[in-house]
């Protein structure tokens, strides 16, 4: 496991709480033991004190957020880690402008003095607000950590502080309420677009007006045929009397008929004219 990923946690999730004058001795310990080139001893009170980082119980001091990145700092470049330990370095001196590495643990000619610098001025990544309560960074009220170097992150509420979490660029940080933020969605309006009726339906009003048109004329042409026939049965002594009503009949039904397509026919060709 990764050693920082150890100083992230809720304060709740922590056995006791740690003062921050508790971390203080921790990191004084750890700096005797690099000045004494016994790097165990130092490595070991790093990670006393990466463990007793999340819990602590009030929010940080920027002097003991500085000391706490410049250790870390010196960690890295020991384990051969340049750039990250530049980052520490260059958040010491963000939280602390009067920080830098006593000459009892580093030389003032030794080379890891080149990697203290002043921060760079690059924007940083906005934190969610929260619901209730602050967000600190090394110490400080923020709203923002920045993009290109580790910070410790604490959210506090009335004086009681929710979680601490040493974090870097990308790290993900513990739960805390954040506040509710207005996502309702914004509908789109569009104006109404006139029905547009489709084509065939169209021409398919004018092919059944002209199919009714003609079947008008077919059935009035067997009605006038009929009409003729009656006509001649009545002149025609041979037809009896029941005959000639069936015939009569029969061409009134071809008349009425060919009226009632007609009126169809009439009534496809306006429609046709006036559907768009």
Same mark, same amino acid.
């Given at each position: 496991?990764?050693?920082?990923?150890?100083?992230?946690?809720?304060?709740?999730?922590?056995?006791?709480?740690?003062?921050?004058?508790?971390?203080?001795?921790?990191? %004084?310990? /750890?700096? &005797?033991? =690099? $000045? +004494?080139?016994?790097?165990?001893?130092?490595?070991?009170? *790093?990670? @006393? !004190?990466?463990?007793?980082?999340?819990?602590?119980?009030?929010?940080?001091?920027?002097?003991?957020?500085?000391?706490?990145?410049?250790?870390?700092?010196?960690?890295?470049?020991?384990?051969?880690?340049? %750039?990250? /330990?530049? &980052?520490? =370095? $260059? +958040?010491?001196?963000?939280?602390?402008?009067?920080?830098? *590495?006593? @000459? !009892?643990?580093?030389?003032?000619?030794?080379?890891?003095?080149?990697?203290?610098?002043?921060?760079?001025?690059?924007?940083?990544?906005?934190?969610?607000?929260?619901?209730?309560?602050?967000?600190?960074? %090394?110490? /400080?009220?923020?709203?923002?950590?920045?993009?290109?170097?580790?910070?410790?992150?604490?959210?506090?509420?009335?004086?009681?502080?929710?979680?601490?979490?040493?974090?870097?660029?990308?790290?993900?940080?513990?739960?805390?309420?954040?506040?509710?933020?207005?996502?309702?969605?914004?509908?789109?309006?569009?104006?109404?677009?006139?029905?547009?009726?489709?084509?065939?339906?169209?021409?398919?009003?004018?092919?059944?007006?002209?199919?009714?048109?003609?079947?008008?004329?077919?059935?009035?042409?067997?009605?006038?045929?009929?009409?003729?026939?009656?006509?001649?049965?009545?002149?025609?002594?041979?037809?009896?009397?029941?005959?000639?009503?069936?015939?009569?009949?029969?061409?009134?039904?071809?008349?009425?008929?060919?009226?009632?397509?007609?009126?169809?026919?009439?009534?496809?060709?306006?429609?046709?004219?006036?559907?768009?």
């Amino acid at each position: 496991m990764v050693w920082w990923l150890a100083a992230s946690a809720l304060a709740a999730d922590c056995p006791a709480p740690a003062a921050p004058g508790e971390i203080g001795a921790v990191l %004084d310990a /750890a700096e &005797a033991g =690099f $000045a +004494s080139l016994a790097p165990d001893v130092f490595i070991d009170r *790093l990670d @006393e !004190a990466t463990l007793l980082l999340p819990c602590l119980d009030e929010v940080i001091a920027p002097s003991l957020a500085a000391r706490w990145h410049g250790l870390s700092g010196l960690r890295l470049y020991t384990a051969g880690r340049v %750039d990250d /330990a530049r &980052a520490s =370095f $260059a +958040s010491a001196r963000a939280a602390d402008p009067t920080w830098t *590495l006593s @000459e !009892a643990l580093v030389p003032a000619v030794h080379d890891v003095r080149s990697l203290i610098g002043a921060p760079a001025s690059t924007g940083g990544d906005a934190l969610e607000p929260p619901a209730t309560g602050r967000l600190f960074v %090394d110490g /400080a009220d923020s709203a923002t950590r920045p993009a290109d170097r580790p910070v410790v992150v604490q959210w506090s509420e009335a004086g009681t502080v929710g979680f601490t979490s040493y974090s870097w660029p990308g790290d993900a940080l513990p739960t805390y309420p954040r506040a509710l933020q207005d996502t309702a969605p914004v509908l789109a309006t569009h104006p109404e677009l006139p029905r547009v009726e489709p084509p065939r339906r169209k021409w398919g009003l004018l092919v059944a007006g002209g199919v009714a048109a003609g079947a008008s004329a077919v059935l009035y042409g067997l009605g006038a045929a009929g009409q003729q026939h009656t006509l001649h049965g009545t002149l025609d002594t041979g037809v009896d009397r029941a005959e000639l009503e069936s015939m009569r009949a029969r061409t009134n039904a071809f008349v009425v008929s060919s009226g009632v397509t007609a009126g169809l026919a009439a009534a496809g060709v306006v429609t046709f004219a006036v559907v768009r």
